[in-house]
């Protein structure tokens, strides 16, 4: 599996639902994403990234989405992935409070 290593530490702000979820939401990215805990928000976030990015990639939209941020590619090399290509993006962020942000 080829790994896309994006250079761009996004935050995300973390709060409880009024049903007690976990909701986290990145402004950088504009993306609000749940989960029932905090270990299932993380993976949800990481899942999301990843498919973001790959349709980014795949509509040919990436580069121009990263210039535009100043963002880079760290590691990896962005082509548009065949049918037997398995890549995974690797998008690092952290989690704060809500009220931290």
Not at 16 to 23: E, L, S, W, Y
Not at 67 to 87: C, F, M, Y
């Amino acid at each position: 599996m080829a790994t896309i290593r994006i250079d761009a530490n996004l935050e995300w702000r973390v709060h409880r639902g009024a049903t007690g979820v976990f909701i986290g939401v990145c402004d950088a990215m504009g993306l609000a994403v749940e989960g029932d805990d905090q270990l299932e928000l993380e993976s949800v976030i990481a899942e999301t990234l990843h498919f973001v990015f790959l349709d980014l990639l795949e509509d040919d939209l990436l580069e121009r989405f990263l210039h535009d941020r100043g963002w880079r590619v760290a590691s990896g090399v962005l082509r548009k992935p065949t049918p037997e290509d398995a890549l995974r993006f690797d998008v690092p962020f952290r989690l704060v409070p809500a009220h931290a942000a």
